[in-house]
Structure formats: structure tokens, C-alpha cells
């Protein structure tokens, strides 16, 4: 074998070590995306304004859980290399900081959406290709998010839980409550959508109550088994007496996790206003995406989990002061997650051809899906390249770097072109996503450059 590929071949333990931490996650992201799947085919069935309607709001309420979700990753540095290093009074505070500005922010999202939601939902509603109802659409797509609205305060709850979990290397709880939680959801949106079991006939009402109540079921089982397992769960044990946080440790979680959670809030923020820019095409293009997107998810699970155990594994080597190898760690891991994503890219353009004919709406709609399925196929391994990287460099406390790579991109790059393809070309719409898509290669040569020169090797708890 080649010397310069062989360095990024791992030994058994190696893989068996990446496995313990990834598989869950996989298996944990791989029911909630393959129910949510499920949930759009059913309201695919339903009708193409009930899709587009729910599709929309689910790009609104994306934006939230990614904001979410980059406050407990700022902070689940912190988390992960202070469990390295066996501090758990730093994962206890730590934990107790993500729970406080997690709660926040779901009142915030809550007021927000609710009052602005229709503006915002009418955002993405233009007429032009004959398909659809925007009016209808506009209504299904608001009904859907007032009820999606409730369930932000236990999604930010448990994300506070879930993530302090995995950082301290308990990545099978979280998984089980995801599973349960998904076949609760999946079981009630059966009966809710269309009425089974004597329930009424909801159509997207029930759609969003069942994801409800799946939450507040996936909250419960994380929670009581955090504090009945406090012996191994240290962080938890007396973490309710008090909710004072260290000054010096907050600052330093602010300074490093502030722009992670900047980042990730105007990345999510710029997909939607990619899918905006797309959207001029007409109606049908939104639900294309949303079938090419719902189905790319079940997919994308591989280079996330890969992702965060980057985050981890990398992260709590950092922690520990094992600088030497938490570099070949991410080298080896950001190969193999590339190398299964070039197989799974594979995969998901063989199912392209009948995964649209599940769908209930028009074949202009099942022809767009099926050609934003081969795109993405296609750009399978560059995002996990790109998702490898980032985690990388994340792992180290990089977070500024991290902004500049990740959503100033999008911002200066992917939406320019974008709204200028859209609103000032007649380029057909695959190949104007096409060139968005394949734009984040830069990314790629930028992030290669990065992990290479090494910037973020740092232990940053000890600092």
C-alpha cells in the first residue's frame, strides 16, 4: 500500500474505538431521519401544498435546533476535553451553562416564530410553474409550526442532556431514547395523519402533534436515566443546587462557543435563504428539494456521526494533552469518513430512480426530486471531507477560524451565486443547484489547508 495512504489506515482497535461512538449516534440519526422520512412520505401522500407547506416551516424550525445545536457544541468542547482531563465538576458546569441559555433561546424561538411566522413562510411562496396552491400552502405551512412550536422546550432540554452524555463517552442512552422516541412518532403520525387506530383525520396537524409528544417521550427517558444512574453520570450528581457558573469559565466558553453558535445560526439561516433563492423557480422546486433532502438525510447520518466523533474522540485526546496523536486521529478519521460516503453516494443515486414515485404529487415534481438526488449524490464525499474538517478544526477551540470557513461562506459565496443564477439567468434550475453544490469544493481545498498546518492543536482547558 502506498506510504502516504497508509498513514490514514487505522488498526482494528482504531476502528473499533470510532465504532463504539459513531455506530450509536448512526443508528440513533439513522431512526429519527428514517422516520422523518417516513412522516414526509405521509404528508407527500397527503397532497403537494401539504408537503411544500410542512417543508417550509421544517426550514424555519431548522434554524432553531441548528442554533441549538451549535450552543452545545461551543460549550461541548469545553465538556469533552474536561472529561478528558477528569475534571467533572468543569462537565457539571459546563452542563449547567448549556441548560440555562438552551431554555432562553426556546422562549425566544417560540415568540419569534410565533409572530412572524406567515411573513416568513411567504418568504418562499411564488407562483410562475402552475404547481400548487400558494395560498393553501401558506395556511398548512403555519398551522404545522404554531403546534412545532411547543415542542422546542423539550428538544433544547434534552439536547443540553444528550450532548453532555456523548461527551463523556455515553452515546448508547441517547440513542435507545431517540429510537423510542422515533416509533412513538412514527406510530402517532400513522394515526393522526389519516385517522387510523379512531383517531380523527388531522392531515399536517398531526403530523406536528405526533413529533410533539416524541419529544417530550425522548426528554423523559434521557433525563430519569441521567439522575438514576448518578454514581456513573458524576456531572449530575448535585447539579440542581445551584446554577452559579465560574465567571472565568462562562468568559471562556462565550470567547470560544459564541462564534460556533453565530456560525451555525447563519449557515442554517443561509440555507433557507438558499432554498428562497430557489424557490423563484416556482412551487415545484421547493417540493423537489424537500424529497431530494428528506431522503439525502438518511444518507448524510454517516458523515455526521463521523463528524461528532471527531468532536469527541479528538477533543478529549486534545484534553488530555495527547496532542501527537489527536492529529493522526484526525487524519485517519476524515479519510474514512471520505471513503464511506464515496459508497454511500453510490447508493443513494441507485434509489434515485423510484424513491420520487412514493410521493403523491405531480411527475414535474418526481423528475426535479429524482435529478437533486443525483446532484447530491455526487457531492456526497465532498461534504464529508468538508464536515470532517470542520469538526477538526472545531475540536481544538478554533471557532473563529471556523466561522470564517462555514458560514461566511455561505453568506459570500453560495447565496451570491445563488440569487444571481436564480433571478438573473434562464439556467435550468438542476444545473444552477448543481454549481451551488459543487462551489463548496473551495471549502474543501480551505479546509485541507487548515487541518495540514496543524492551527488547532491546543488543549484549551488548560490554557
Not at 495512504?5 to 482504531?14: C, S, V
Not at 431554555?103 to 411573513?119: M, N, P, R, V
Not at 485526546?317 to 469518513?337: H, P, Y
Request: proline share 2%.
Amino acid at each position: 500500500m502506498n506510504k502516504g495512504i497508509k498513514r490514514y489506515i487505522g488498526n482494528r482497535e482504531f476502528y473499533k474505538r470510532v465504532l463504539l461512538i459513531s455506530i450509536p449516534i448512526m443508528i440513533q440519526n439513522g431512526f429519527t431521519t428514517f422516520v422523518n422520512l417516513l412522516d414526509n412520505i405521509m404528508v407527500g401522500r397527503v397532497g403537494t401544498e401539504q408537503m411544500s407547506g410542512v417543508a417550509i416551516s421544517n426550514k424555519l424550525i431548522f434554524v432553531f435546533e441548528i442554533t441549538i445545536f451549535g450552543i452545545v457544541s461551543g460549550a461541548g468542547i469545553f465538556g469533552a476535553q474536561f472529561y478528558g482531563c477528569g475534571d467533572h465538576k468543569g462537565v457539571r458546569d459546563t452542563f449547567r451553562l448549556k441548560l440555562i441559555i438552551c431554555t432562553c433561546l426556546s422562549g425566544l424561538g417560540i415568540l419569534l416564530f410565533g409572530f412572524c411566522g406567515t411573513d416568513l413562510i411567504r418568504l418562499f411562496l411564488h407562483g410562475g410553474d402552475g404547481t400548487g396552491d400558494l395560498q393553501r400552502t401558506l395556511g398548512y405551512g403555519y398551522e404545522y409550526l404554531l403546534i412545532m412550536l411547543i415542542g422546542n422546550i423539550p428538544y433544547s432540554i434534552n439536547c443540553a442532556y444528550s450532548s453532555t452524555l456523548r461527551e463523556t463517552g455515553e452515546t448508547v442512552t441517547p440513542m435507545k431514547a431517540g429510537i423510542v422516541a422515533v416509533l412513538v412518532n412514527l406510530v402517532l403520525n400513522y394515526a393522526l395523519i389519516y385517522g387510523h387506530f379512531g383517531m380523527p383525520v388531522l392531515g399536517v396537524r398531526g403530523a406536528a402533534i405526533a413529533t410533539v409528544i416524541s419529544r417530550f417521550v425522548e426528554l423523559f427517558i434521557v433525563v430519569s436515566w441521567t439522575h438514576r444512574h448518578s454514581v456513573q453520570n458524576r456531572f449530575i450528581q448535585g447539579v440542581f443546587r445551584h446554577f452559579s457558573i465560574p465567571a472565568s469559565l462562562t468568559k471562556k466558553i462565550i470567547i470560544k462557543g459564541l462564534p460556533l453558535t453565530v456560525n451555525e445560526l447563519l449557515w442554517a439561516t443561509g440555507q433557507a435563504v438558499l432554498l428562497q433563492c430557489y424557490s423563484v423557480r416556482g412551487l415545484s422546486v421547493i417540493a423537489g428539494i424537500n424529497i431530494a433532502s428528506t431522503i439525502g438525510d438518511v444518507f448524510n447520518i454517516v458523515y455526521m456521526a463521523l463528524g461528532s466523533s471527531i468532536a469527541i474522540l479528538v477533543g478529549q485526546l486534545l484534553g488530555a494533552g495527547k496532542l501527537k496523536e489527536a492529529e493522526d486521529t484526525a487524519g485517519k478519521l476524515i479519510f474514512f469518513s471520505t471513503a464511506c460516503c464515496v459508497l454511500v453516494g453510490i447508493v443513494l443515486a441507485g434509489v434515485s430512480n423510484f424513491f420520487p414515485e412514493l410521493y403523491k404529487t405531480q411527475d414535474v415534481v418526481k423528475e426535479l426530486a429524482k435529478d437533486f438526488m443525483l446532484v447530491n449524490a455526487c457531492c456526497l464525499p465532498i461534504q464529508a471531507f468538508m464536515h470532517a474538517t470542520y469538526f477538526t478544526i472545531r475540536s481544538g477551540g478554533k471557532t473563529v477560524v471556523t466561522f470564517l470557513f462555514d458560514s461566511c461562506f455561505v453568506w459570500c459565496m453560495s447565496i451570491p451565486l445563488a440569487f444571481f443564477l436564480s433571478s438573473h439567468t434562464v439556467l435550468g434550475i438542476i444545473m444552477l443547484y448543481a454549481m451551488v453544490q459543487g462551489a463548496e469544493l473551495i471549502k474543501c481545498v480551505v479546509g485541507y489547508i487548515l487541518v495540514k498546518k496543524g492551527i488547532w492543536i491546543q488543549n484549551i482547558v488548560n490554557e
